[in-house]
């Protein structure tokens, strides 16, 4: 068949302006006088019977009906008119077969495609198997709270996350400030979504920095993807330490990764200070490296980045006679792809 046969399409529904005399619409499922056309019968026995027989010539309100039924629905199809589902013809056939597409009544745009014979359930409801006809792609970023809004044409995504990371500690004279602990992360495949439906978007901030004067570091904030999966804060790197701080952890994902932690701060001399370095975020920001001085240097943390890498601590040497401040954490992040 070549694309140049294509036949000629119907203009008008056959029978379009036949008056209620000679046509016969919509056409009885059954036959009630035994000489009518109906769906169940087509034209019965007797209208096949000669007339001097006892024959009834078949009537021409039932040719005009039947014609108008097929050329109705052939005109829909030729101009790409969708079908959607219909419960009274669904329970009339015993359900639409595996493989069947029907456009959604509800959202221009979705077609849905069961995935089993003798379906009944309505995909506009939630019915069961019923999955999305045509693979739909994208992506959506979060670095900031807000809602996620299910495709049209999707049902299934894969959500990733981290949680915010710790700020660094500040420092004063030969000392130095503590690494924030890295974000957690989250990964999850989520199915059986509905096209329109809402997921609220949590994003933890960076925690905050350390004070001037060996203050510490503020905590990390939690990231989550509705109820799907949670990630807590990397921890606030203490100020004028050597102790680490701790890395944030996740839950509710197909995969969970605890951050990384902030390292403490180390005297290598009585001139020289190594600054604590910060986390790094599992399968996101390395960790802000570490920062030395020596003799009279004096600096503040660096800022960890975004997703989930901690910030690295305030270095102050003993000559400098000052005091510094850490740094904030790197941002948590979401994203959501299909």
């Excluded at 979504?193 to 350390?210: E, M, Q, R, S, Y």
């Excluded at 004070?211 to 509705?226: D, P, Q």
Aim: glycine share 24%; aromatic share 8%; charged share 5%.
């Amino acid at each position: 068949m070549l694309l140049s046969q294509i036949p000629y399409k119907f203009l008008e529904i056959f029978g379009k302006n036949a008056s209620a005399t000679y046509l016969t619409t919509p056409l009885p499922q059954t036959t009630g006088s035994g000489i009518r056309a109906s769906q169940d019968l087509g034209f019965p026995p007797a209208t096949a019977t000669p007339i001097g027989a006892g024959g009834t010539p078949p009537d021409i309100r039932d040719f005009n009906g039947v014609l108008q039924y097929e050329t109705a629905w052939s005109q829909w199809v030729q101009a790409g008119g969708p079908i959607v589902y219909d419960a009274t013809f669904s329970t009339a056939i015993g359900g639409y077969p595996n493989g069947a597409v029907l456009a959604s009544a509800t959202m221009p745009g979705v077609w849905w495609r069961s995935t089993t014979d003798n379906n009944t359930s309505n995909p506009d409801t939630g019915g069961a198997n019923w999955v999305s006809a045509f693979q739909v792609h994208g992506a959506q970023s979060f670095t900031t709270s807000g809602t996620f809004t299910v495709p049209v044409g999707v049902t299934t995504v894969e959500a990733e996350g981290w949680s915010g990371a710790g700020g660094s500690g500040g420092a004063t004279p030969n000392n130095g400030g503590s690494g924030g602990g890295a974000g957690a992360y989250s990964k999850k495949t989520i199915t059986g979504l509905t096209p329109g439906a809402t997921i609220t978007v949590t994003i933890g901030a960076g925690g905050t920095a350390g004070a001037t004067g060996g203050g510490n570091g503020g905590n990390g904030g939690t990231t989550s993807f509705g109820a799907y999966f949670t990630c807590t804060g990397g921890s606030g790197g203490p100020g004028n330490s050597s102790a680490g701080a701790s890395g944030g952890t996740a839950s509710g994902g197909d995969l969970n990764i605890t951050g990384q932690n902030g390292n403490g701060a180390s005297i290598i001399s009585s001139t020289a200070v190594l600054a604590g370095s910060g986390g790094n975020a599992p399968q996101g920001a390395s960790g802000a490296p570490p920062g030395i001085t020596a003799a009279l240097g004096a600096y503040n943390g660096v800022a960890g980045q975004t997703p989930g890498g901690g910030a690295s601590g305030g270095i102050s040497a003993s000559g400098s006679g000052a005091n510094v401040a850490g740094a904030v954490g790197g941002g948590g992040q979401i994203i959501v792809r299909w």
